[in-house]
């Protein structure tokens, strides 16, 4: 394993993360503030507990997997198609390095960026209402997983992008869609049966589940079934990133 290189490609993204702090640093509590605002005080306001739960709080571990789940896509999507773009990818493809090495430094510092924004949030919410953490370590591990499952599933979208205006055409009309309604802001025991059926073929619905047992003990699915979701989907990126290497579809042009 070349853990100089993996260091290198590591370090290089999270410099270019540093360097636009306000971006992204800023904007993750500035939005985050104005969930609480909007959905906290004028939805709270109606809506006082879910399942036992003041709905301020309810909604703090939609509300990081929301982001965690946007940024992963977006750090690592626009990570590997930058040199993609610039003519540079086939400098690296040349470099003496493994294909896995080059996922694990790119997916790794989407990854972390991830982890650091999801930890902005946590503490922001902290400032809104109050909540206690009932699982630390499962909160932490399914932090962990969703950053690096959701990073290689953007480094997949990044590989597929031809353009800037592909690389957001699946963040912004499929995998937000799909944490809003994956039960980010409500129970999915509040809807009627027959959305409750077709909210569980929504995946993110497992991983918010999941999530939010770590906060508060409760769950809209088994947390096993949560963590079989999060692998299962963990594979399959791994298994489509391990065939685009393999075929070059995508990188060898």
């Known amino acids: 394993m070349n853990w100089t290189a ?28 104005l969930y609480f605002v909007v959905f906290g005080a004028a939805i709270g306001s109606r809506i006082q507990e879910v399942e036992g739960i003041s709905y301020g709080a309810f909604i703090v571990p939609g509300l990081i997997m929301l982001t965690v789940i946007t940024q992963s896509i977006s750090n690592a999507s626009f990570g590997i198609y930058f040199p993609k773009f610039i003519g540079t990818f086939s400098e690296l493809l040349a470099a003496p390095i493994s294909f896995l090495e080059i996922v694990i430094g790119y997916v790794g510092a989407a990854a972390t960026k991830a982890l650091i924004i999801g930890a902005i949030i946590l503490f922001t919410a902290f400032f809104f209402v109050d909540f206690s953490i009932e ?112 075929t070059g579809w995508r990188i060898r042009q």
């Open 135 to 246: 699982h630390p370590l499962a909160m932490l591990a399914f932090l962990v997983l969703t950053s690096i499952s959701f990073s290689l599933f953007g480094f997949i979208l990044g590989i597929w992008a031809g353009n800037f205006e592909q690389l957001q055409i699946v963040p912004l009309l499929i995998v937000t869609p799909l944490v809003f309604l994956g039960g980010s802001f409500y129970s999915i025991s509040m809807l009627p049966p027959v959305w409750q059926t077709i909210s569980m073929f929504n995946p993110v619905v497992y991983l918010i589940s999941g999530f939010r047992w770590a906060f508060f003990d409760t769950a809209d699915v088994p947390i096993i079934t949560s963590l079989l979701a999060i692998g299962l989907f963990t594979g399959i990126c791994l298994l489509v990133i391990g065939w685009i290497f393999r």
């Open 6 to 33: 993996i260091r290198s490609i590591f370090f290089f993204e999270m410099a270019r993360f540093f360097r636009t702090i306000a971006q992204s640093f800023l904007a993750p509590v500035i939005s985050t503030s």
